[in-house]
């Protein structure tokens, strides 16, 4: 009773939360987890804490942080229960033997793997900035990290991947 | 009708639990727990399961391989918001019958620190293992697993590296370590 | 931004959750309510419900491929979970190993 009449004085409604925000939250959980269906018990469970912590939530912004930060921390948790493969550093990445010339089309799902095998904290602040497109001061406060450290995650990510795509004939234009 | 719909409940369940090999009597802890996983699954079940199972896939061969010749799993976890939810008694309505003849407990651990423990136990039947228990205990969280059947520990210590299963230091069958 | 952080906005770009994902948190929630003290009893997948009425009005052979499934990933699930405890214990007792 207390939630719904907060509800009522802040004028958010949960349902219109789950419709303007399922996409940002599910696809939080994808591009980190890289499995469609523990995506979806993933942002289900979110929603979920949502509707029961509907009482604290003060505004639309707030609404959105709140989506942002417990979608990272549960897809994170779900990431280290799954365990169902090891953790791939970055630098371990199979490489082809022979360096291919010709440009591959499929750049989007290569960028997309590559980034899932990065360990789980860049990996979170590779997809906050590239979906949610947020500055590195938004992450440091979602992830509760110093901005020096979100800015070392992007900066040695990014030099990662460019190692290797340029190994796979894949460079800037 | 009622009492006829009780029995015929009564019975699905005595059949979906026939192969389990002890009972955890833990249902009253599901009243305390912020989350439950509870599965069983009986010899029927994983029979038909394994059908489905993809032999290209390294974690569901080795899981294909590992069912089979089972005649259960029965898992039950709990997840508690705060500490003593559960107590010494509940687990040790499970340890009891795993002090039966037929169990030798093979792995323990038990930190003060963290107030957590463990244990895993095999039963032997005719010199082979036919059951696995495990009981997992921490501040808030507890886990009882038996695998009923005929478990090929090798198979079972294969996982590793799929799940992360780990390579058990374990005792021949005919030569267990009792419990105290 | 660099052409690589151009790609990798393209390819990291939202995704939409299937059609019916909406309808499935109002039902959790609604069942979250009913319940009241917010247990969650989970013995098989959430997609189940809706999945399960969407193929039986399929047919048979679909119903009972959805079975598989769902059969299939209970015991996943169980192994995971089993695979996870002895992974915890053997970890634990080569910590505690002089």
Same mark, same amino acid.
């Given at each position: 009773m207390i939630g719904l009449e907060r509800e009522e004085q802040t004028g958010i409604d949960f349902a219109d939360l789950v419709r303007e925000h399922q996409s940002m939250v599910f696809s939080l959980s994808y591009h980190f987890l890289h499995d469609?269906?523990?995506?979806?018990? =993933?942002?289900?469970?979110?929603?979920?804490?949502?509707?029961?912590?509907?009482?604290?939530?003060?505004?639309?912004?707030?609404?959105v942080f709140w989506l942002r930060k417990v979608a990272a921390q549960r897809s994170i948790d779900a990431a280290r229960r799954r365990k169902r493969r090891p953790q791939v550093a970055l630098e371990e990445v199979a490489e082809p033997a022979a360096r291919a010339a010709v440009y591959d089309p499929l750049l989007g799902e290569l960028l997309r793997r590559l980034v899932g095998t990065l360990p789980e904290t860049p990996r979170m602040v590779m997809v906050m900035r590239y979906q949610e497109d947020l500055a590195p001061a938004e992450i440091a406060a979602l992830l509760e990290m110093p901005i020096a450290t979100v800015k070392s995650h992007l900066q040695r990510s990014l030099a990662l991947l460019r190692e290797k795509?340029?190994?796979r004939g894949v460079g800037g234009y | 009708m009622k009492p006829i719909r009780s029995m015929l409940l009564a019975a699905a369940l005595a059949w979906l639990l026939a192969a389990q090999q002890f009972k955890f009597n833990l249902e009253h802890l599901e009243a305390k727990s912020s989350d439950t996983v509870d599965i069983s699954l009986n010899s029927s079940t994983l029979q038909f399961a394994a059908k489905f199972l993809d032999s290209k896939d390294p974690d569901e061969a080795e899981v294909k391989k590992l069912i089979n010749g089972l005649?259960?799993? !029965? =898992?039950?976890?709990? %997840?508690?918001?705060?500490e003593a939810a559960y107590s010494i008694a509940d687990i040790e309505g499970v340890r009891k019958q795993l /002090?039966?003849?037929?169990?030798?407990? *093979?792995?323990r651990?038990? %930190?003060?620190?963290?107030?957590? %423990?463990?244990?895993? !136990?095999?039963?032997?039947a005719d010199k082979r293992i036919s059951g696995v228990a *495990?009981?997992?205990?921490?501040?808030?969280?507890?886990?009882?697993?038996? *695998?009923?059947?005929? =478990?090929?520990?090798? %198979?079972?210590?294969?996982?590793?590296?799929?799940?992360?299963?780990?390579?058990?230091?374990t005792v021949q069958p005919g030569k267990p370590k009792k419990p105290e | 931004m660099d052409w690589l952080e151009e790609e990798l906005r393209q390819a990291?770009?939202?995704?939409?959750?299937?059609?019916?994902?909406?309808? /499935?948190?109002?039902?959790?929630? /609604?069942?979250?309510?009913a319940a009241g003290s917010g247990r969650v009893v989970r013995v098989w997948p959430r997609w189940l419900p809706v999945a399960a009425a969407v193929l039986l009005m399929a047919g048979g052979a679909a119903y009972r491929e959805h079975r598989g499934r769902v059969a299939k990933e209970r015991v996943?699930?169980?192994? /995971?979970?089993?695979?996870?405890?002895?992974?915890? *214990?053997?970890?634990?007792v080569r910590e505690a190993k002089p």
């Open positions: 469609r269906e523990l995506a979806e018990e =993933v942002a289900q469970e979110v929603f979920l804490g949502l509707h029961r912590h509907m009482g604290d939530i003060k505004s639309g912004e707030h609404a795509l340029e190994r | 005649e259960g799993i !029965y =898992v039950k976890t709990f %997840s508690f918001k705060s /002090r039966a003849p037929e169990w030798s407990r *093979i792995v651990f038990k %930190s003060a620190e963290d107030g957590e %423990s463990a244990e895993v !136990y095999v039963r032997n *495990i009981i997992a205990a921490g501040p808030k969280q507890l886990t009882v697993v038996n *695998i009923a059947g005929s =478990v090929d520990l090798d %198979s079972l210590s294969d996982l590793s590296g799929h799940f992360g299963l780990p390579k058990l230091d | 990291l770009e939202r995704k939409d959750p299937p059609p019916d994902f909406a309808a /499935r948190v109002a039902h959790a929630t /609604r069942v979250d309510s996943m699930v169980a192994m /995971r979970i089993t695979a996870d405890q002895l992974n915890h *214990i053997q970890a634990r």
